[in-house]
């Protein structure tokens, strides 16, 4: 069974960086797209960006030139490099795997950006 856990959100200051790990288990990690989402308080769940199985990214207009999708899957694992950050990237975000089924979510980890 593929589990996703997403790790290093954290408190930053505007202008500052972060970056987001998620790590997944199981033999089906290298074989599907993956995503990044977030969402803000009071606001909808919103993409951030995707990366096929062979490592071509999508990027919404807000994440365009600042965040960069990368992936290893011989470390099952996903990440999400956030340059320039504003507060208005503040919320929590989701890593995803597109299982034919449905997609798995992971249980987030959250994002402060001060200003």
């Known amino acids: 069974q593929v589990q996703l856990v997403e790790s290093g959100g954290g408190l930053v200051q505007a202008g500052g960086s972060l970056r987001l790990t998620c790590a997944g288990s199981?033999?089906?990690?290298?074989?599907?797209?993956m995503g990044w989402f977030r969402q803000a308080p009071g606001k909808e769940r919103e993409l951030v960006g995707s990366?096929?199985?062979?490592?071509?990214?999508n990027y919404a207009d807000s994440a365009k030139g600042r965040f960069t999708i990368s992936r290893d899957n011989a470390k099952r694992t996903l990440y999400l490099a956030m340059n320039s950050l504003k507060p208005e990237d503040s919320g929590v975000y989701y890593c995803?795997?597109?299982?034919?089924?449905?997609?798995?979510w992971g249980q987030g980890t959250l994002v402060t950006v001060s200003s």
């Open positions: 990366i096929t199985s062979r490592g071509t990214t």
């Open positions: 199981g033999r089906t990690f290298s074989s599907y797209a």
């Open positions: 995803t795997l597109n299982l034919p089924l449905a997609p798995l």
